[in-house]
């Protein structure tokens, strides 16, 4: 019983780092749009949420532990990280002189999006924990 309710608080947890990483990723391309020959990243949090193996109600995640420091989990780093999201290079909407591919319009527009799906994530788990503070009082 303990497990499903860890394991949904911990898919919501890697669900709202993901988005913070995210975020730190579009705010850099905005940041760098007229740096020249800058190429505009970005990752889907659903595909890395899928690669990372977690999914809500999934109670098959293995999680490794290191027994001694250096030891190196199945994806190549420490035991019981999750994987990097595989980055993608974004396509330019238009041909630019300095080889820049950040597209303002589309850089605004993620970023916006990944804040609110950020917030709805962060009052589902505030949800979640009200619901369990509920019921270990018996409210």
Known sequence: MLDR???SLD????AL????ERQRLIASNIANA??????????SVGNALRASGAAAGSSTVVTLSATAQGHLGTNGQPAGSTPDPQMLYANPAQTNLDSNSVDMDRERASFADNTVQYEASLRFINSQVRTLLTAITGQ
């Open 11 to 14: 898919f919501q947890a890697q």
């Open 17 to 20: 780092n993901l988005r913070a």
């Open 5 to 7: 309710l860890t394991n």
């Open 34 to 43: 007229d740096t020249p020959g800058y190429q505009a990243r970005d990752f």
